[in-house]
């Protein structure tokens, strides 16, 4: 299974791949990317299988990477989780409304992450 | 003071530092900033422009030692310079502060910018001008450092 992380921080991507190797992803299976532009050209030459999405980040944003994604027939039903610091009700309405799987608030413990990601990877 | 809109800000900031750094946060009596009292203590700057139906700032400045231990933490090694892990590291807490900050304020639809990063030894910041900045200490085992926010029109000064 390969998991696209998308975050411009790069501790945060750090954080997540590390929990992913926790539960026993692989290494090779992780890829990871600082924008919306930079997961495209990913997603263009890897099969990937679920993505992790932040919201803010520069020349494409995570909300607009969503939207993208599920105009793409092979990317309507991907589950992708957003991860993102943004708590608002029509902050999580909206990315819904543009297609995300789920949605996780910053900052987020490893067990919670954990938990949110299970059902996705039986 | 109007502090109805200024706890979000100190509850978010124990929050991302209990459950993002892991470490917790005694926060002191807001106050009034006068940017002359605190000239020269800072060495890190991480700044998130609010906008939306009301218009502002959230910053957190930091000296030397605090920074290093924080970025130390979240990256898992000792940093010992300022390189871009501190940069990232300020940046995503001002971040989580901001974003969160949201969730308490919803009437004002605030939107928030990406972080922008101020490193000097000693730096200062400028204000605008009549806009209000209040300012929030936060002592820690790691040192103490301040979040500021300025908010047009709302804090009731």
């Given amino acids: ?122 | 003071m109007n502090v109805k809109y200024i706890n979000p800000f100190i509850t978010a900031t124990q929050n991302v530092f209990q459950e993002f750094v892991g470490i917790s946060l005694t926060p002191g009596k807001p106050s009034i900033y006068m940017p002359q009292e605190d000239a020269n203590k800072f060495d890190v700057s991480g700044i998130i422009g609010l906008a939306g139906e009301v218009v502002g700032v959230v910053v957190i400045s930091l000296p030397k030692i605090p920074a290093l231990k924080v970025t130390s933490k979240l990256v898992g090694k000792e940093v010992k310079i300022f390189d871009d892990f501190v940069t990232d590291a300020v940046g995503e807490i001002v971040n989580i502060i901001a974003g969160n900050v949201k969730k308490d304020m919803e009437e004002f639809k605030i939107v928030i910018s990406l972080p922008s990063i101020v490193k000097g030894n000693g730096h200062t910041l400028s204000w605008i001008s009549g806009v209000p900045v209040i300012k929030i200490p936060f002592a820690s085992e790691y040192g103490d450092f301040f979040v500021f926010v300025s908010l047009k029109d709302i804090l009731g000064i």
């Fill in chain 1, 1 to 122: 299974m390969n998991i696209l992380i998308v975050d411009d921080s790069r501790i945060i991507r750090n954080v997540v791949k590390n929990v992913l190797e926790e539960i026993g992803i692989s290494n090779e299976n992780i890829f990871d990317a600082p924008d919306g532009n930079a997961a495209l050209e990913i997603i263009d030459n890897n099969s990937i299988d679920m993505l992790l999405v932040d919201w803010n980040m520069p020349n494409l944003n995570g909300l607009d990477l969503v939207r993208i994604l599920r105009g793409r027939d092979s990317y309507k039903k991907t589950p992708i989780i957003m991860i993102t610091s943004e708590a608002a009700r029509y902050n999580i309405m909206e990315a819904i409304k543009a297609g995300v799987t789920d949605y996780v608030v910053k900052p987020v413990a490893g067990v919670v992450l954990k938990k949110k990601l299970s059902p996705f990877l039986k």
